[in-house]
């Protein structure tokens, strides 16, 4: 059983940035892919990034891609997410997800709580 706990969320103006942080407790032993999804209301949940155990298969939906940056610290168990050049469009809860895989399907087999982020214009 793996915990997942996200931080970092909060209020930004837009263009600004925010750092999310995702700490992973319990049996997190094995090799495992991180991954950040979002739900905003009223839409599906989407995927935003995936990162593989060693940092060497990183994904990013197309919506993120050159604005947020997928990394991890395996000595602490912890994936962060840097969210640059943020739009009103990013307003959600973001999501952490652990699993075998990186993967751009949520077929994770563990999530965090969520973390608001909003974006004002």
């Known amino acids: 059983q793996v915990q997942l706990v996200e931080s970092g969320g909060g209020l930004v103006q837009a263009g600004g940035s925010l750092r999310l942080s995702c700490a992973a407790s319990?049996?997190?032993?094995?090799?495992?892919?991180m991954a950040w999804f979002r739900q905003a209301p009223g839409k599906e949940r989407e995927f935003v990034a995936a990162?593989?155990?060693?940092?060497?298969?990183?994904y990013y939906a197309r919506s993120v891609n050159g604005r947020f940056s997928i990394s991890r610290d395996n000595a602490k168990n912890t994936v962060y997410l840097q969210m640059n050049s943020l739009k009103p469009e990013d307003t959600a809860v973001y999501y952490c997800a652990s699993g075998p895989v990186a993967t751009t399907d949520p077929k994770y087999d563990y999530w965090g709580q969520g973390t608001q982020v909003t974006v004002s214009s």
């Open positions: 319990g049996r997190t032993r094995s090799r495992y892919a």
């Open positions: 990162i593989s155990w060693g940092s060497h298969n990183i």
